[in-house]
């Protein structure tokens, strides 16, 4: 499963070898990936939305301007999904439009909106591969960074012999597993890590908590295992689905998250605190459902200090290389700063939580990280990408 994990958005152009499109996505599922299919009109023309909608198991995008599609996967969101774009078959017209910067249809469209990288699979007859303005296209192409996998030459479907066939889908497959490689930066690294929000209980039925949805810490439990890591997730309640290969542990409240890191942080070479762990809990638990009484129109709780679980790790004699966040909306640097220093941690990551659109419950984020005399952006990023640059940070300081 070199591709466990991995989102490849797969595009098909109109070409014969579109017929090789579903066999492709099927080896490209063998190896774990997650394939997302969009065509361009022509590629109807050679195989149907229905056959690659069966094949990748989701419905296949085809129009830029279609508001059921919008509503679901939009065209942006889908863009930045990809963890690859990859065009197989690539017509010739499709790398004209490419090359001049076209944004007429859904695919050409996604190909300039998407932050991933992308990889053209050229098929077509040998005399239009080898004419000057092709070759001129796939020049411009390749200065931008766009990787060219092919084509293979032999004899073609129109009784032709040269170059312009397109890859085989095994080739294709292996292409994308080394082009998605990712280095194991922390092989035979231990990570325990907390992630999404605390529930304080003030009776059977009522709670205090905060907005945190745990996509940020469950992004860096996934970054962390696809770098090799053994990563156990200790776990508020949130609703996501548990990064696979790694352990999950559920809590719910900040002493029991307490008792779970520290239960099993003497085996962990790497902590990461990214939960929201309320600071405060209700004094009391009431047994049963506080009722409303009729003649007081306020309510004063009382509130006692939950205990503080990274300052408690970083207070270890032995203690793991320790990595908080910092949630702030004012004087982030100074607030992170201050944390860093008294909370004994290695590095913290902070994110201005004022700003819309990023931090608690966004799909996006923005943090600047701080350690000792030293310091790094990583700008605004879906949190999975994030969660990958982080990593490769934390991983880099870990080791030196
Ligand atoms: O979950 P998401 O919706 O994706 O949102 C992500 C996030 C905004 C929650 C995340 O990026 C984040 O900032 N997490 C830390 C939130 C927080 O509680 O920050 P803090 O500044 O209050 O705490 C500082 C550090 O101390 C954190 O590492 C926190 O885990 C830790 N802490 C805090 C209190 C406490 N009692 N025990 C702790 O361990």
């Known amino acids: 499963m070199r591709l466990a994990d991995k989102r490849i958005l797969l595009g098909i152009s109109g070409g014969i070898a579109a017929y090789k499109s579903a066999e492709l996505v099927r080896r490209l599922k063998d190896q774990g990936a997650e394939v997302r299919v969009v065509m361009t009109r022509s590629a109807k023309e050679f195989i149907t939305p229905l056959t690659l909608q069966a094949v990748s198991g989701h419905p296949v995008a085809d129009s830029l301007l279609d508001p059921a599609a919008e509503a679901g996967m ?5 863009a930045k999904w990809a963890d690859l774009i990859l065009i197989a078959p690539a017509s010739a017209n499709l790398m004209a439009r490419m090359a001049a910067g076209m944004a007429d249809e859904l695919l050409t469209t996604l190909c300039l909106a998407t932050p991933a990288q992308v990889a053209l699979a050229p098929a077509m007859n040998q005399q239009m591969y080898l004419n000057a303005a092709t070759q001129a296209n796939l020049k411009t192409l390749a200065s931008r960074g766009i990787l060219l996998w092919g084509p293979d030459s032999g004899s073609q479907a129109c009784g ?4 312009g066939r397109m890859l085989d889908p095994l080739a294709l497959v292996e292409r994308c597993c080394q082009q998605l490689a990712v280095e194991p930066l922390l092989a035979g690294v231990t990570l325990l890590l907390t992630a999404g929000p605390t529930r304080e209980a003030l009776d059977p039925v009522r709670y ?5 949805s745990g996509k940020m810490g469950y992004a860096i439990a996934r970054a962390a295992r696809e770098a090799g890591a053994d990563v156990t997730l200790v776990s508020g309640p949130v609703a996501l689905a548990t990064p696979q290969g790694v352990e999950r542990i559920d809590v719910e409240s900040a002493q029991q998250m307490h008792q779970a890191v520290m239960s099993r942080v003497g085996a962990c070479d790497l902590f990461i605190g990214c939960a929201a762990v ?5 004094a009391q638990v009431a047994p049963q459902k506080i009722k409303k009484s009729g003649d007081n129109d306020q309510m004063t709780l009382a509130l006692v200090k939950n205990p503080d679980i990274i300052a408690a790790v970083g207070a270890l004699a032995e203690k793991p290389f320790t990595v908080g966040f910092a949630a702030e909306t004012v004087d982030v640097e100074q607030y992170a700063l201050d944390k860093l220093r008294r909370k004994r941690l290695d590095m913290i990551a902070a994110n201005d939580v004022s700003q819309a659109g990023q931090g ?10 701080f350690w000792q005399g030293g310091q790094a952006t990583l700008p605004l990023a879906d949190k999975l990408t994030l969660a990958r640059h982080l990593v490769a940070l934390i991983a880099h300081h870990y080791r030196s």
């Open 360 to 369: 608690f419950n966004a799909d996006d984020n923005a943090l600047a990280v």
């Open 208 to 212: 205090i908590s905060n907005h945190s």
């Open 160 to 163: 032709d012999v040269g170059p």
């Open 278 to 282: 309320a600071d405060y809990r209700p």
């Open 74 to 78: 939009g065209h942006i969101e889908l």
